[in-house]
Nanobody, 117 residues
Framework: QVQLVESGGGLVQAGGSLRLSCVVS????????MGWYRQAPGKQRELVAS???????NYADSVKGRFTISRDNAKNTVYLQMNSLKPEDTAVYYC???????????WGQGTQVTVSS
């Protein structure tokens, strides 16, 4: 059973920064793609950023230039550095791991990010 554990969320003022971490219970190199998603109250879950094992990272237009996704394969950890935070970034942020063959798709429990104006 694969487990993803997020941390690093919290309350921050607009313009501030946070770094989210997602620790995975097995090698992240065994997944084709790692991503961060978010879900605000009353809204659908949306992709924030993803980083494949091979290829380039992908970002939502709303976070380009402010957020950076990275991975440390040795630590089985994926990070999301969030700078210049805005109140509209407030949401629960979820880590996701996917393996295309076999359709494995695993979620973490989420971490709350709240940005005050």
């Amino acid at each position: 059973q694969v487990q993803l554990v997020e941390s690093g969320g919290g309350l921050v003022q607009a313009g501030g920064s946070l770094r989210l971490s997602c620790v995975v219970s097995r090698s992240i190199s065994s997944f084709d793609d790692m991503g961060w998603y978010r879900q605000a109250p009353g809204k659908q879950r949306e992709l924030v950023a993803s980083i494949p094992t091979r290829g380039t990272s992908n970002y939502a237009d709303s976070v380009k230039g402010r957020f950076t996704i990275s991975r440390d394969n040795a630590k089985n950890t994926v990070y999301l550095q969030m700078n210049s935070l805005k109140p509209e970034d407030t949401a629960v942020y979820y880590c996701n791991a996917r393996r295309f063959i076999g359709g494995l798709n695993v979620w973490g429990q989420g971490t709350q990010v709240t940005v005050s104006s």
